[in-house]
C-alpha cells in the first residue's frame, strides 16, 4: 500500500488531480474495450450470454456499473465525439446513461426519435451539470412520466427483489385474475400469482416441452434423420434438438434467444444430422459464425438490420 504520510500538500494535490485524469483517460479505453468485445461477441467464448453478463460475472462489476457503462458505451459508438468530454470529465457516466435513457425511452414509446444532431445538443446542456440538475434536463425533455428500469435484486441465495412500473391496463388484468382466484386463495400474494402464470407460460411456450416454434429449420438441404425408419419433419427435427440440449444454449446456458445451430453450416455443406445440429443463444450462434466466416464478412450481417441477422443465423 503507498504510503502518503509524508509527501508535501502541494504534491498530493497535484498527484491526485493526474490520478483522476489518468482514471477518465482509462475510463475511455474500457468504452472501447467493451465495444470490441461485444462486436467480436467475445463474452460468448467466455461462457457468457451478453456483454452486461460478461461485465458482471467475469470483470466483477455491479449490475449497475456494468449498465452504465454499457450505455455509456453505445453512445460513444454512435457520437465518437464525446469521447473528448468523457476525458476532460464534463460529461460523465451518469450524464450519459441519463440521456440514452432518455434517447431509448422516447423511441420505444413512439414518441420521438433523435438526430444525431439533437442528441449533440442535448448532450452539451448535461455538461458538467450535478446528478440532480441532469435529472431535471432529462425529464423536462421526455414526453412520459420517467419509470424506474426494470431490476432484479438479489435478497438472498434463493430470494430475489423484481421491480418494475407499468399502466392501468396490466394492474386491471392483476386484479381481475386476483378476483378469479378469491374462492380459491383469497390471499394470494402477487409472486405467487406470477408463479401461476409463468407455469401456465412455460406449458405453452417452452419449445422443449411443446413444439419447435420460432427455432426451427427453414429449409432442408439434406435428408432429414429418421425415426422407426420414417423421414421427421422440420419441427419434429427441431423438437429432437431441443429436448436433446434441455432448451439451453450449448456454450453459455442461457436460454434467451435461442436457435438451432449448425455446427458445420451449410454453407460449407454441413447437413441436417441431429449430431450436427446443437442449440445456441444468438450471441454464441453470432460467435461462431465470427469464427468460421471471420468478423469482417459477418460484421455487414450483425450492423446491417435484425432481419439480416436472422436470415443468416438459420444458415448457421
Not at 11 to 28: A, D, F, M, N, Y
Not at 36 to 43: H, K, T, W, Y
Not at 144 to 159: A, R
Not at 190 to 215: H, I, P, Y
Amino acid at each position: 500500500m503507498t504510503n502518503l504520510n509524508n509527501i508535501s500538500d502541494e504534491i498530493l494535490l497535484i498527484e491526485t488531480l493526474k490520478l483522476v485524469q489518468r482514471e477518465r483517460e482509462i475510463l475511455g479505453l474500457v468504452l472501447h474495450h467493451l465495444r470490441e468485445i461485444e462486436r467480436r461477441r467475445l463474452f460468448s467464448t467466455e461462457g457468457c450470454s451478453s456483454l452486461f453478463d460478461y461485465a458482471t460475472r467475469k470483470l466483477g462489476y455491479s449490475e449497475d456499473q456494468a449498465y452504465r457503462r454499457i450505455q455509456a458505451m453505445r453512445l460513444l459508438k454512435e457520437i465518437p465525439q464525446i469521447e473528448n468530454k468523457i476525458t476532460d470529465g464534463s460529461l460523465s457516466l451518469t450524464h450519459l446513461g441519463m440521456a440514452q435513457s432518455l434517447f431509448k425511452r422516447e423511441e420505444k414509446s413512439g414518441q420521438k426519435t433523435y438526430t444525431i444532431e439533437e442528441k449533440v445538443k442535448i448532450l452539451e446542456k448535461l455538461q458538467n451539470t450535478s446528478k440532480r440538475e441532469a435529472e431535471k434536463i432529462t425529464v423536462s425533455l421526455s414526453s412520459s412520466p420517467v419509470t424506474s428500469v426494470e431490476k432484479i435484486k438479489t435478497i438472498s441465495p434463493v430470494d430475489f427483489e423484481i421491480r418494475f412500473c407499468t399502466k392501468e391496463p396490466l394492474l386491471k388484468k392483476i386484479q381481475k385474475l386476483k378476483a378469479l382466484l378469491a374462492h380459491k386463495n383469497p390471499n394470494i400474494q402477487l409472486s405467487e400469482l406470477f408463479n401461476q402464470l409463468c407455469d401456465l407460460g412455460l406449458e405453452k411456450w417452452d419449445k422443449s416441452q411443446v413444439q419447435a416454434g420460432n427455432a426451427k429449420i427453414k429449409t432442408l438441404k439434406s435428408p432429414a434423420p429418421e425415426r422407426a425408419g420414417k423421414p421427421l419433419s422440420e419441427a419434429g427435427i427441431a423438437r429432437e434438438v431441443w429436448k436433446r440440449d434441455n432448451g439451453v444454449c450449448q456454450n453459455c446456458k442461457s436460454s434467451y434467444a435461442l436457435e438451432i445451430d449448425h455446427k458445420i453450416p451449410r454453407a460449407v455443406g454441413g447437413g441436417n444430422a441431429l449430431e450436427n445440429l446443437r442449440l445456441l443463444c444468438r450471441s454464441c450462434n453470432q460467435r461462431e459464425a465470427i469464427k468460421i466466416f471471420g468478423l469482417k464478412k459477418m460484421d455487414r450481417y450483425f450492423n446491417g438490420g435484425a432481419g439480416l441477422m436472422q436470415d443468416f443465423s438459420s444458415e448457421g
